[in-house]
């Protein structure tokens, strides 16, 4: 049985593991997807402290680095359920089930889906989520990016000295900028946009070929499309064993400890009105504590 299993690798949850680890506890942390979470597939982070300009991958294995260096054990593994008993935490797995005192869920967000028809069809062949990721594939070619806020931005950013041509197609009659200042536009003169319109259905036959805008009247030819349009909680799993807003995010104390005994939850996926690394390396330092707290009351 571990002390502690923390689930996603994401900031919150690699904080969360080398604080636990550096307590002297026996930590695993469970990762469906790639180490580093949200922040691995982020060109360029300017605002996290300690660090004038980081590129997102860098800053991830650098986490990823200083948690495996001190110990914490790592599996890849998709949490499917959770389960509590009187003095331990069941974490039900594809894999398999692992057994712990205390559960950090650190399950960030997941991107969201257009919804539209060829979006499914094409992923993977022209579809992507991730400039980062899947950019490369698209050198010299004509790309889409889909959305009106800072992710737009940053995605469109990230391709232009990749791609032929990049284009934005934003449902609003401008940008919705949080993070980013209007003179950002600056460094979009190249970036061609296409102000209140929507894609309703990405076609092609092997790979995508072209999207339909509903406010022009031809097809709008392109090689690929980058979806940028937010990002949602993935815990659909968890209803009905913990509380959860109506968005779906999890709902802590001010010790991020969830309606569950023994389960605390940290990062992009607790109910918080800021979303950015430092507050998911602040919650996870947190969760961790109360967790190391708990087990030494134990
Ligand atoms: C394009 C982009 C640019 C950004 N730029 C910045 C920036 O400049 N500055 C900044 O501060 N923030 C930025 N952010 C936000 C920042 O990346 C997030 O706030 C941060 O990564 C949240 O960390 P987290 O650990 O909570 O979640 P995540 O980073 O989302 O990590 C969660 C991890 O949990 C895993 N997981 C989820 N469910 C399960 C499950 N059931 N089983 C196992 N594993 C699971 C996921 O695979 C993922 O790896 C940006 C985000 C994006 C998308």
């Known amino acids: 049985m571990y002390d502690i299993v923390v689930v996603g690798s994401g900031p919150a949850g690699l904080t969360s593991a080398i604080y636990s680890k550096r307590a002297g506890k026996k930590v695993l942390v469970l990762e469906r997807g790639l180490i580093g979470g949200q922040v691995a597939t982020i ?91 899947d950019g490369n594939f698209f050198k010299n070619k004509d790309v889409i990016v889909a959305g009106s806020g800072d992710s737009a931005v940053s995605t469109a950013l990230y391709l232009l000295p990749i791609c032929k041509s990049v284009s934005i197609v934003s449902k609003y009659p401008n940008l919705k900028l949080k993070a980013y200042p209007p003179a950002i536009l600056d460094r979009l003169q190249d970036v061609k946009i296409f102000y209140s319109s929507n894609i309703t259905a990405i076609n092609g036959t092997e790979s995508v070929e072209s999207v339909k805008l509903d406010s022009q009247k031809a097809p709008l030819k392109t090689d690929g499309i980058f979806v940028a349009i937010g990002r949602t909680p993935d815990t659909q799993f968890l209803k009905g064993v913990l509380e959860l807003d109506e968005k779906g995010y999890i709902k802590t104390d001010e010790h991020m400890h969830t309606s569950m005994e023994r389960v605390y939850a940290c990062g992009d996926v607790i109910v918080s009105p800021v979303k950015q690394i430092v507050t998911a390396t602040a919650t996870g330092a947190i969760a961790a504590t109360e967790a190391i707290k708990q087990l030494s009351e134990a």
Do not use: M, W
């Not at 790592?74 to 205390?102: P, Q, W």
């Open 43 to 133: 060109a360029e982070i300017e605002n996290y402290p300690g660090f004038l300009n980081v590129q997102g991958g860098q800053l991830a294995e650098t986490f990823y680095k200083q948690a495996k260096g001190l110990g914490v054990e790592f599996k890849h593994d998709e949490l499917v359920s959770l389960k509590a008993e009187k003095d331990r935490v069941f974490l039900i797995c594809k894999k398999g089930t692992y057994e712990a005192k205390a559960v950090i869920l650190a399950l960030g967000s997941a991107s969201r889906e257009l919804n539209v028809e060829g979006e499914k069809q094409f992923l993977g062949k022209g579809v992507s989520y991730c400039a980062t990721c």
